[in-house]
């Protein structure tokens, strides 16, 4: 008997790991700027009362603000990027924990800013604009606070809600410190008698594996497990969304999802319009289930068939080194100046690579991108990791390009636009892919992952927006958020998403359990978003060449400095409509039916 190990932090060669120098040299470094930081408290109350006194007031107020977000950039990213690598080491946790704590302190003391500059008068701005012309870089800045009136408090309160700030991540925090540190699985077993560690990390790539009893058992032990602490799970999404309803109600909002989408100027009707949309094209969506029941064979489709390729034979080794040279082959469509920056990334460990024991799972890259991003993998030698290494460094250029080209004050993108780049990297690496082979059983291999991107990202991201949204109404109804509720309304959802042909599985009742989007507060319904757009940004890349990668190079470079709907239309889409939406599951129902060809 073989076993497969997850190795300790320490046993991961350095090349495959991330260098968090270009932060900080050492954690005393660190420590200085956390002292530092601590301080700074005292000089940004230091203007309370003045910024509706002068323009150069105001000007200094938004320059020290620039400042801050540099430094608090660097000092909360390397506590993040450290704590990550170990979830378990009490020490980087608790780096973490106080650069959060100095976060906090830093926004509530700038707490009384924004209802000062909301007192300001129109035609005293005015003037200010005209007295001091440093401040029109801020334009933007005060557009998004006074838009914002109704919503606003006293400084009083307004310093309250903030300093509430550390209390209200509490659900988040558990959720991720129980999820990647305390959560523990029994290893699984394969028919060959070859052990299999089972981690968040491992449990999608083993529910790859083409033993169909491993993924059976896979899942049984996975959802049995986490079953066991369905109860505290469901109260710490109980917690977040009673947070989310102080804070919107505190801010006389509707309810959660407006006050959620209003932060990034996104109307309402664009997240029920997804919802809609995605409904009126289910019939794709279930055809697809078929074709995959019919492929692999079975009477019954099971929630753990949805993962293994139906193309027999077909899956291939990538390791990571291959994975980077063919990704860089396929974004050379976006020009040389954008691969010259992917090669960077690669070439000076801007990412973390591999899994190790405790590290967090998924991937993600860093918000930050000064003095440049940094990417988290957990990568795996297969084609799935390598559209998740397109997809992350998509994230970090977007980030590298919005903070080239934005100043301080604009370069932090919406949630709204995060996922276009990210998505548009994977579907130009597909299509490059399908591009190089006329290989039968290769092309259907590439087709069923590419409808797996949309299903997984499409419907199924929007059966989690839907979901989301449900447990918002529940909460703002008085309801509780218990797991039998969960249970039974998500098990619903997933019988409608996946139709008549797929078992739903008892065990799938909790996947609602597993995922840590729902502590993100409406965020995942833009990776449908996201995905719909960037099908058609990719599209009229790949069709008109130069012009639509200048337009969409004028989109990355945007960050915030107008309002995302506005961003997409420079590249050439409205998300305004349900008509990306539509296009992009059109296309999926012609693949599904090209598939069906091929096989």
Known sequence: MSSHTIPKRSEVPQAYTWNL??????????????????????????????????AQNLLAFFRLQDELDLRLGRFFGYASCKSDEDTGNNYYQDLR?????????ISSAAAFSTPEIMAIPEETLNRFYAQEPALETYRRNLYQIR?????????????????AGEMANGPDDIGRTFRNADLKFPPVTDKQGVVHPLTNGSFVSLLESTDAD???????????????????????????????????????????LAASLDATEVPVPVYLNLIEAVHNNL????????????????????????YTPIVADAAQEIPFEQAKQTVLEALGVLGSDYVAMLREGFEN?????????????GAYSSGSSRPHPYVLLNHKDNL???????????????????????PVNTSDYVIFVAEVASTCNEILLMRHLLGKTQDKKQRAYLI????DQFKGTVYRQTMFAEFELEMGRMSERGESLTADALCAKYHALNKLYFGPDMVSDDGIALEWARIPHFFYNYYVFQYATGFSAAVAIAERILKEGEPAVRDYKRFLSGGCSTDPISLLKIAGVDMSTPDPINAALKLFGELVEEMEALC
Request: contains cysteine.
């Open 97 to 105: 924990g106080k650069a959060m704590s100095a976060y906090v302190g």
């Open 283 to 306: 019939d794709k969506m279930y055809r697809y289930v078929s074709l995959r029941k019919k492929m692999l064979g079975v009477q019954q489709l099971h929630m753990y068939d949805v």
């Open 21 to 54: 120098k270009d932060l900080f040299d050492s954690d005393e470094s660190w420590l200085s700027e956390y002292e530092a930081i601590r301080a700074l408290p005292e000089k940004i109350s230091a203007f309370a009362g003045t910024l509706g006194q002068s």
């Open 147 to 163: 838009r914002r009136a109704a919503h606003i408090l006293s400084p009083e309160c307004e310093m309250l809600l903030a300093s």
């Open 349 to 361: 460990r801007w990412i973390d690579v591999y899994e190790n024991v405790g590290k967090r799972s």
């Open 448 to 451: 069923n992952h590419f409808l």
């Open 384 to 406: 799935d990791s390598m559209f998740t290494l397109a997809h992350e460094m998509g994230h970090a250029l977007h980030s590298y390009h919005s903070c080239k080209y934005q």
């Open 214 to 256: 491993l993924r059976k058992d896979v899942f049984e032990t996975y959802y049995n497990s986490l079953g066991q602490y369905k109860n505290t799970i469901a109260a710490t999404l109980d917690a977040q969304f009673k947070q989310l309803r102080f804070f919107a109600g505190a801010r006389k909002y509707e309810n959660t």
